[in-house]
């Protein structure tokens, strides 16, 4: 089995009146080539009439944003003239490439009723070759994604990208990357086989869980070495978890508010760009 090298709680990094912690970066953790950031909004219930999610219209250059929707929903709208509302058990991926402005807001028909709310936002690096590639944009409902089931039923897998149990995955993204979100029931259990050249990904939403021998519980995000290739994971109790693998860029890694390039040269010129209106324009 593969080495745990750390376990890094989530720090709570509150935005408005969102309950929000962040798994990475934390003081403790930088990045986990090619992921970068994290954010864990919720679990949290918003009254009738709220006002939803805060993220207005805002740039990004040089990574991909998978936003997965464990209850609520949220509405996307960018400079690409893409437009969805997803729900509960759905995902969101949006490759922001060489620039565009997107905005992440709650349905008018969840600010209206209001209800539970529990989003997470992963951010994926591009290489450096795929870095100024166009826009893209899919969300998926969750009756789109592949759900494997395991050990009779007691692991469901949701299989959004790469190949999980024979399964593909419902995104086929630009780079090699895989990503599920997998629910467990008390004892359910799962042995996957990763490269051990690859980082793992492994973050706990919900419940508790034993990786690998260690016991892990909700907002810990477990760190691996890279010597084996045998990942065992037993739920304690129920239990969510997002898990991802891939291989490392090795790329200098340039990371300024919304932008994520190689150097600060290109930083720059993100910001150059999307001041010159090169991003799109915004709907509306």
């Not at 437009?83 to 058990?89: D, F, V």
Request: net charge negative; charged share 20%.
């Amino acid at each position: 089995m593969r080495t745990i090298k750390a376990q890094h709680q989530a720090v709570s990094a509150p935005i408005a009146d969102l309950i929000t912690y962040r798994a990475l970066p934390t003081p403790a953790v930088e990045h986990l080539d090619p992921f970068l950031f994290l954010n864990h909004h919720g679990p949290q219930q918003y009254a009738p009439n709220n006002a939803g999610l805060p993220f207005g219209p805002h740039p990004h250059r040089g990574f991909e944003t998978v936003t997965f929707i464990v209850a609520g929903d949220i509405m996307h709208q960018d400079s690409g003239g893409h437009q969805s509302i997803i729900g509960a058990g759905g995902i969101q991926w949006m490759t922001a490439g060489r620039g565009l402005i997107h905005s992440e807001v709650s349905s008018p028909a969840f600010k209206k009723t209001g209800g539970d709310l529990e989003i997470l936002q992963l951010w994926v690096n591009l290489p450096a070759r795929d870095k100024m590639v166009a826009p893209h944009y899919r969300g998926l409902q969750k009756d789109e994604i592949p759900a494997v089931p395991h050990d009779e039923g007691r692991v469901v897998l949701h299989a959004v990208a790469g190949e999980w149990l024979g399964t593909a995955g419902a995104v086929q993204p630009l780079t090699a990357i895989s990503l599920a979100t997998i629910d467990f029931r008390a004892d359910g259990q799962l042995r996957l086989s990763i490269p051990a050249d690859h980082t793992i990904f492994c973050y706990t939403i919900r419940g508790k869980l034993r990786v690998n021998g260690q016991e892990t519980e909700a907002r810990r995000l477990t760190e691996f070495n890279y010597d084996g290739d045998e990942l065992h994971l037993e739920a304690l109790t129920e239990a969510t978890l997002l898990l991802g693998h891939a291989a490392p860029f090795r790329e200098p890694i340039v990371a300024y508010g919304p932008f994520v390039m190689n150097s600060e040269a290109e930083i720059r010129q993100a910001y150059q760009d999307y001041q010159a209106g090169k991003f799109g324009q915004w709907p509306g």
